[in-house]
């Protein structure tokens, strides 16, 4: 009762379930990828989830996001 279950709220790039929480750093992503990756489409101006084949280097990535 004095504990409610946090919301969800579903990863706008893989659909996965995100709790609402403070925990969740990345909401309403589920990960830092998937909001890399949801920005870099509207930069592209194109929605599409890359092919595992064309993995892009992480620290790429987040040295290029500053
Ligand atoms: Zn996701």
């Known amino acids: 009762m004095s504990t409610p ?4 709220v579903a990863c706008p790039t ?3 379930a995100v709790e609402w929480t403070p925990e969740s750093r990345y909401r ?3 990960s830092e990828r ?3 990756i ?3 489409a509207w ?3 194109s ?3 890359p092919a595992e ?4 280097n992480d620290d790429e990535l987040r040295s290029s996001g500053h």
């Open 14 to 16: 893989c659909g996965k």
């Open 28 to 30: 309403p992503f589920c």
């Open 5 to 8: 279950k946090p919301r969800t």
């Open 53 to 56: 084949e064309e993995t892009p």
């Open 47 to 49: 929605y599409r989830v």
């Open 38 to 40: 949801d920005l870099g």
């Open 34 to 36: 998937c909001k890399l």
């Open 43 to 45: 930069a592209n101006e």
